[in-house]
């Protein structure tokens, strides 16, 4: 339900923007964020937006990471600067998406995607 894109490989330092859509049509969209995993490790928080734009970060990502959203597009951005080689994970996207109208809301998430962060 969601396509996640942008991951990549880069030097320590560098950027990255990931990209997070609804790959197929929905009716509303809520609450979205990215989490991260890295091998061995649990799933953790990074940053998350409400609709109207609030955000929340881990506290590795703050003054580093920015999240955004296009509402027009349905689309969430996560502008990863100074990448550090333990932001190295797979980050999953998540939304809190209507898919219809007379559906309820339902968390969805993307298929991750790797960002690997070596020189």
Not at 99 to 116: C, D, I, K, L
């Amino acid at each position: 339900q969601l396509q996640a894109s942008g991951g990549g490989l880069v030097q320590p330092g560098g950027s990255l923007r990931l990209s997070c859509a609804p790959s197929g049509s929905i009716f509303s969209l809520n609450d979205m964020g990215w989490y991260r995993q890295a091998p061995g490790k649990q799933r953790e928080l990074v940053a998350g937006i409400t609709n109207g734009g609030s955000t929340n970060y881990a506290d590795s990502a703050k003054g580093r990471f920015t999240i955004s959203r296009d509402n027009a597009k349905n689309t969430m951005y996560l502008q990863m600067n100074n990448l550090r080689p333990e932001d190295t994970a797979v980050y999953y996207c998540y939304s809190v998406i209507r898919t219809s109208r007379s559906s309820y809301e339902a968390r969805y998430w993307g298929q991750g995607t790797q960002v690997t962060v070596s020189s």
